[in-house]
């Protein structure tokens, strides 16, 4: 890749922010427009803590990514990460991204801001898992994608698993095998 090149990674994170503000300036001016009410405090409150909440998978994922997956340029990975989160879930970044995309939604106030935000970022996580990163992941790692595949849910994790997951730091697994020994 030369030096004045993008990575396909960063291309995805750029239309990917490019149509969350759309999705946002769109809510917003249908609501500006329709003059809908505000929600209640508490729901937008909840918006809040979601924000909050979501922040913990995504550090988490990028920190693994980063220890483990043997990044060869900004946000794309050479290894097959399944340890940590990842026992849990293939994608527990695209479910962070989710849940502060639809308390993004909640914070902002009004209904269709909420509703158009939420429908083009679950669309978009789906049509995106669906179409091109799973395919891309099979014909990356193969076999031993398939029976990773198998094995673990997509993006809902059973609560025990994450509550294991969060209940401890996050250790790669340089860190583990430095520390067993």
């Given at each position: 890749?030369?030096?004045?090149?993008m990575s396909i990674c960063r291309k995805r994170l750029i239309y990917w922010l490019v149509m969350t503000a759309a999705s946002l300036a769109i809510g917003i001016a249908l609501d500006v427009a329709?003059?809908?009410?505000?929600?209640?405090?508490?729901?937008?409150?909840?918006?809040?803590?979601?924000i909050i909440l979501a922040h913990f998978p995504l550090k988490r994922t990028g920190r693994l990514l980063s220890q483990?997956?043997?990044?060869?340029?900004?946000?794309?990975?050479?290894?097959?990460?399944?340890?940590?989160?990842?026992?849990?879930?293939?994608?527990?970044?695209?479910?962070g991204v989710g849940?502060?995309?639809?308390?993004l939604g909640l914070l902002t106030g009004h209904l269709w801001t909420f509703l158009i935000i939420t429908v083009v970022q679950w669309t978009w996580v789906f049509a995106f898992l669906l179409l091109v990163e799973e395919p891309e992941?099979?014909?990356?790692?193969?076999?031993a994608y398939r029976q990773y595949r198998d094995r673990v849910p997509m993006l809902l994790?059973?609560?025990?698993?994450?509550?294991?997951?969060?209940?401890?730091?996050?250790?790669?697994?340089?860190?583990?095998k430095e520390y067993q020994e």
């Open positions: 890749m030369g030096e004045n090149s329709l003059q809908t009410t505000a929600f209640p405090i508490a729901v937008r409150f909840l918006g809040l803590v979601g483990e997956g043997g990044v060869e340029e900004w946000g794309c990975t050479t290894q097959l990460v399944t340890t940590d989160i990842y026992q849990c879930l293939r994608h527990p970044h695209h479910l849940i502060f995309m639809i308390s992941l099979e014909s990356k790692f193969g076999e994790a059973h609560p025990r698993c994450l509550w294991w997951v969060f209940s401890s730091p996050v250790k790669s697994a340089a860190f583990r």
